[in-house]
């Protein structure tokens, strides 16, 4: 998250275009430090479910894991797969959201 937030910063402030309003370029730049903190929590967080989903067995073996949400049961492995999508989805729309050069 964080060395997005700093390249966009610095591509910010050398942009010079005099017929484009301060105002709009401020609003964009904002505009995309929030989709940079959205995708970065998304799929931080779809990254950490997965691996959860992955160790549920290792992780209600070990004393200092047994309590997280998959091996106390608190959530169910489908549960936690409905998790991963929505979490997926809200990255993909963070993503759709960039110029087709961003991702191909």
């Given at each position: 998250?964080?060395?997005?937030?700093?390249?966009?910063?610095?591509?910010?402030?050398?942009?010079?275009?005099?017929?484009?309003?301060?105002?709009?370029?401020?609003?964009?730049?904002?505009?995309?430090l929030f989709l940079f903190f959205l995708g970065s929590i998304a799929?931080?967080?779809?990254?950490?479910?997965?691996?959860?989903?992955?160790?549920?067995?290792?992780?209600?073996?070990?004393?200092?894991?047994?309590?997280?949400?998959?091996?106390?049961?608190?959530?169910?492995?489908?549960?936690?797969?409905?998790?991963?999508?929505?979490?997926?989805?809200?990255?993909?729309?963070?993503?759709?959201?960039?110029?087709?050069?961003?991702?191909?």
């Amino acid at each position: 998250m964080w060395p997005c937030f700093w390249s966009t910063t610095m591509a910010m402030l050398s942009y010079e275009m005099p017929q484009v309003p301060l105002l709009s370029i401020i609003m964009c730049w904002i505009w995309y430090l929030f989709l940079f903190f959205l995708g970065s929590i998304a799929m931080r967080g779809a990254g950490c479910t997965w691996n959860d989903l992955v160790d549920h067995k290792i992780d209600s073996q070990v004393e200092r894991t047994r309590s997280r949400p998959l091996p106390a049961g608190q959530v169910s492995r489908f549960q936690a797969k409905i998790f991963i999508l929505v979490q997926c989805f809200i990255g993909l729309g963070v993503l759709l959201q960039f110029n087709a050069f961003s991702f191909f």
